[in-house]
């Protein structure tokens, strides 16, 4: 059974730092870019970030740049998501999503354009002014 696993949300203020974690199983890691979305209530889903383990490469949408670092540790199957110098219009759910054909060449077609093969459920992050 293929699974993403969110983890690390919860209630931050302003200026402060969470790191979420998304574990996956399943299927091959390593064969998959994986990211995170997030959705602001009222507001559509947005990508933020993600990572290709196999092309070595990370991207980042450009209201996160300088603030969120992704990583992953193959080893373990798991991504984080590590968010500095929150601001409260970061409150969203954040959720964790795989995608094989995806690369996170950060031109061109981005990964939150691709379809996405898997999810998770979320995880909710909310930043208080």
């Known amino acids: 059974e293929v699974q993403l696993v969110e983890s690390g949300g919860g209630l931050v203020q302003a200026g402060g730092s969470l790191r979420l974690s998304c574990a996956a199983s399943g299927f091959t890691f390593d064969d998959y870019a994986i990211g995170w979305f997030r959705q602001a209530p009222g507001k559509e889903r947005e990508g933020v970030s993600c990572i290709s383990s196999s092309a070595g490469r990370a991207d980042y949408v450009d209201s996160v740049k300088g603030r969120f670092t992704i990583s992953s540790d193959n080893a373990k199957n798991t991504v984080y998501l590590q968010m500095n110098s929150l601001k409260p219009e970061d409150t969203a759910v954040y959720y964790c999503?795989?995608?094989?054909?995806?690369?996170?060449?950060?031109?061109?077609?981005?990964?939150?354009?691709?379809?996405?093969?898997?999810w998770g459920k979320g995880t909710l992050v909310t930043v208080s002014s």
């Open positions: 999503a795989a995608d094989v054909w995806a690369d996170c060449s950060g031109s061109g077609r981005r990964f939150w354009d691709y379809g996405m093969n898997y």
